[in-house]
């Protein structure tokens, strides 16, 4: 029975057919068992608050009946058919309807294929092959996101390097790296690499870090004025910060998005989007041969992960689900300023009610290189005692959910200061 046996028996097992012991995502000595709402047991049977929620998918909570049901209803008429279906095209209308970019809709079925798309697309629309991109800026698996994603061996910019073995030399040189953040540093690029760029593509709000005031805005205005493509990454922000998008909170459009995650809430589905220029590069009667972007995917808009996806979507549209979101947000944040301000211990809370972490630090953080100023000796204290506490948690972000109540809110600010006290 796939139930029985310790998480050691069974990370024992995993380490003779898994490289590392894991599937490479979270902490591979941990075995989930289940989760319900805003709750997950580990194989051994200890509870936790969950802000993982598997990597932020799942912002209506674990199993949520709503789509239980819908999900339910599709399976008895078939999990995938390698075809159109009514469902995935209902939800491409939903998602054009939302997010402001998206005139058309393909989709795909992991977010750093989206990603890879959208930096495909931009390449054939502008017939430019570089691609510039912020350094720490995460966009999934591709060689080209691979580059100075998180470098421990910092070069000058744009320099980039390889986070990955395997990458082919020649990639580097098709990519201009800057730092997020930075108007004078980027402007400085553009000015460069103008007539070679096709895209900038980044995260709105990068990993954790907000952009400052009118960074957004400078990056459209400029890509405008050159005619370089710009790339919203918002597999992580898009139905998360709101229901548009960052792009929506924030009022900037971007020519091209990439989403994932809740649209197809907890199932595997993403898609890029955007202008309908550009997206048709993916019609062959529009660009013709030589203008045709291929693209497919066995599972691309499977009826199961768009139901799954409309129903959450219908649920997030509902009043007062963004405005519990943050005050849900907002008060985690709070509670953790609190209690690392109670013991005197240096650190900022870093993000936005909807996605935050916390680092040990004694000034703002605006780029990936300010991160790693960051105490991390504290932060792994710090996370260590949380997990102790019943909160389970990624190393580098905090997502909250809507399935979180006053208990569960109540107990995290309580393991908030248990782990600011073993700072002291």
């Given amino acids: 029975m796939h139930n029985i046996g310790s998480q050691e028996d069974w990370f024992s097992r995993a380490k003779k057919v898994l490289p590392a012991g894991g599937f490479g995502n979270f902490d591979h000595h941990m075995i989930m068992k289940e989760a319900r709402g805003s709750h997950i047991w580990d194989q051994d049977g200890n509870k936790y608050i969950d802000y993982l ?36 095209i209902e939800l491409a209308e939903e998602i054009k309807n939302a997010v402001p970019c998206a005139e058309y809709v393909r989709y795909v079925t992991s977010g750093g294929e989206a990603d890879m798309y959208a930096i495909r697309l931009a390449r054939a629309f502008t017939g430019r092959q570089k691609i510039l991109k912020f350094e720490g800026g995460y966009h999934g698996m591709s060689a080209e996101a691979q580059m100075s994603l998180a470098p421990s061996r910092l070069q000058n910019f744009p320099m980039a390097v390889p986070d990955s073995a395997g ?38 709000l990068q990993r954790i870090i907000p ?36 792009q929506s909170l924030y009022g900037v459009t971007p020519d091209l998005c990439s989403l994932g995650k809740i649209i197809g809430g907890g199932f595997p589905l993403a898609a890029v989007a955007g202008k309908a220029d550009i997206m048709a590069h993916f019609d062959k009667q529009k660009v013709g041969q030589e203008g045709f972007l291929m693209q497919l995917g066995t599972l691309s808009g ?10 959450t979507m219908e649920i997030l549209r ?14 985690l944040m709070d509670g953790a300023k609190a209690a690392l301000n109670d013991v005197g211990v240096a650190h900022r809370v870093v993000g936005d009610p909807a996605l935050f972490d916390i680092l040990f630090i004694d000034r703002d953080v605006k780029n990936y290189r300010d991160t790693l100023s960051a105490d991390q000796k504290k932060s792994i ?9 019943g909160i389970f948690k990624a190393g580098a972000k905090l997502y909250p959910c809507l399935a979180l109540d006053e208990q569960d809110l109540e107990q995290t600010i309580l393991a908030f200061r248990d782990g600011a006290i073993a700072l002291q």
């Fill in 302 to 311: 499977n009826p199961v992960a768009a139901v799954a996806g409309l129903k």
């Fill in 167 to 204: 990458i082919p030399s020649s990639v580097r040189d098709e990519m201009v790296i800057s730092q997020f953040n930075d108007f004078d540093l980027t402007a400085g690029l553009l000015d460069e690499y103008e007539q070679e760029l096709a895209a900038i593509i980044l995260e709105p």
């Fill in 211 to 246: 952009p400052d005031e009118g960074f957004l805005k400078f990056l459209r205005d400029e890509c405008t004025k050159r005619n370089i493509i710009l790339i919203f990454d918002e597999i992580v922000t898009g139905f998360r910060f709101a229901y548009g998008g960052a």
């Fill in 318 to 331: 509902r009043e007062g689900s963004y405005e519990k979101l943050r005050s849900i947000g907002s008060t």
């Fill in 381 to 389: 204290t710090f996370n260590k005692v949380l997990r102790e506490k």
């Fill in 53 to 88: 929620i598997g990597s932020g998918p799942m912002l209506l909570g674990h199993g949520h009946p709503e789509v239980l049901d819908a999900v339910s209803e599709q399976l008895s008429k078939g999990m995938t058919f390698f075809a159109n279906n009514t469902a995935g």
